[in-house]
């Protein structure tokens, strides 16, 4: 038959996990947007709060968050009780893991190879490290050589491995979730150092020496990790503070 392959032309082998069987690809955009913003609170909040957070009306995060909870993507409970009147109904994100089987058996794979290299290697923070660096060079396709555009090609791998790096006040990036959180907590070695090869390997395609990418701080700050970047060689040294000019005291003559 026309547009189906014979078992003796198919490829060996499964197939792709199919992701619609992941139930995070399979929510809308505004009931997406209220899992993120439920998942970026620190604690478990309420419908008021989280609308407010969402910039949609209450009734309709509601109805969201009660389609969550049955998705079994969110967790709902009460919260302490404070006077009269019944106390406040809260919302909690699931973790990651617990929301995405796929993510679930990832990480435990992440978890298990992590622990192996610790085990095994006799630098295992530069064996992750080297990983990373040919995981870097592969994943990306150089456009145009120079830091720059390793940059460019660096911020877009970090959104697309699920890190929700923004930009902050002070010029660095906070990196607001982990992909391999668990393992990280676990293995941080590792597993922080096989990121910050990926970001090395991804400047290295671009022709920019490994010493000039992206430096992770993991754990950093309270809710992510810190992206620094090196001083810009281009620029020379910095310019020395001036020095403080010398206060004499005075002394009325009597």
Known sequence: MRGHLSP???PLGPRPANPKVDPVTRLSGPRAHVLEQLGACSRPVSVARLSRLCGQHPNTVREHLDALVQAG???RETGPARGRGRPA???RAEPLDAQRPQVREYSL???TMAAHVEATEE???GWAFDAGVRQGRVSTSPVAPGPVAA???ARAALVRD????VDAPDGTI???QCPLLNAARAHQEVVCGLHQGVLAGIYEAHGVPVGQAMRLTPFALPGCCLIEFPPDPSAGPPTPPRPEPVRRSWTPRS
């Open 109 to 111: 794979l992440a978890t």
């Open 123 to 125: 630098d295992p923070k």
């Open 162 to 165: 699920g890190h929700a790096p």
């Open 8 to 10: 003796s032309d198919a």
């Open 73 to 75: 993507l969110a967790h």
């Open 174 to 176: 906070r990196l607001r």
């Open 89 to 91: 109904i809260l919302y």
């Open 151 to 153: 940059e460019r090609a």
